[in-house]
T-cell receptor, first 113, second 112 residues
């Protein structure tokens, strides 16, 4: 069964600290993996998209990694800011005629001053 | 501005009533999707459309209906047959290839 699991479910850190969010997937065949940031009550916004051949990609203070062999991805946030408080969702796209995106349940990050 | 727009942002419905959620995009994307988000759960696919005048059921299509008469528009109707319609509904669009999906800002539907 195609699944995307994220950990931790929730995380609290102090402003200025770094953190790493994890995503494990069992989706096959794999097309790409995306990380989204979702503020409460808003739609998700894309942070990064990674294909099979990419193992790291940065977007400002966000750095995503992908290990296609172990089917794991991480999102590292550097020097966290209060505005980083949000849910971070890992999404894996599967090839095939259904063109499906499989969503993780997200990690709820709270950054405190 | 290019983007994807959902309306309304908040919607209240009485039990037994049908209600239609709007989703419009001006990104010239072929594919459009409707998802439902419940607390503590990942987004679940309701319906998707990869081309005008064609759409497919997702994982939780029962009690919902859609149409795709125009490339820009993909309205979702929540019918009275949907047993637990209170949720946050998200519409998305993407190109047919490996590009990101753009999401609307969501519609929060509450059945009263």
């Amino acid at each position: 069964k195609n699944q995307v699991e994220q950990s931790p479910q929730s995380l609290i850190i102090l402003e200025g600290k770094n953190c790493t969010l994890q995503c494990n997937y069992t989706v096959s065949p794999f097309s790409n993996l995306r990380w989204y940031k979702q503020d409460t009550g808003r739609g998700p916004v894309s942070l990064t998209i990674m294909t099979f051949s990419e193992n790291t990609k940065s977007n400002g203070r966000y750095t995503a990694t992908l290990d296609a062999d172990t089917k794991q991805s991480s999102l590292h946030i550097t020097a966290s800011q209060l505005s980083d408080s949000a849910s971070y969702i890992c999404v894996v796209r599967s090839w095939g005629n259904t063109d499906k995106l499989i969503f993780g349940t997200g990690t709820r990050l709270q950054v405190f001053p | 501005d290019g983007g994807i727009t959902q309306s309304p942002k908040y919607l209240f419905r009485k039990e037994g009533q049908n209600v239609t959620l709007s989703c419009e995009q001006n990104l010239n994307h072929d594919a459009m999707y409707w998802y439902r988000q419940d607390p503590g759960q990942g987004l679940r696919l309701i319906y998707y459309s990869q081309i005008v005048n064609d759409f497919q059921k997702g994982d939780i299509a029962e009690g919902y209906s859609v149409s795709r008469e125009k490339k820009e528009s993909f309205p979702l109707t929540v019918t009275s047959a949907q047993k637990n319609p209170t949720a946050f509904y998200l519409c998305a669009s993407s190109n047919s290839e490996n590009t990101e999906a753009f999401f609307g800002q969501g519609t929060r539907l509450t059945v009263v």
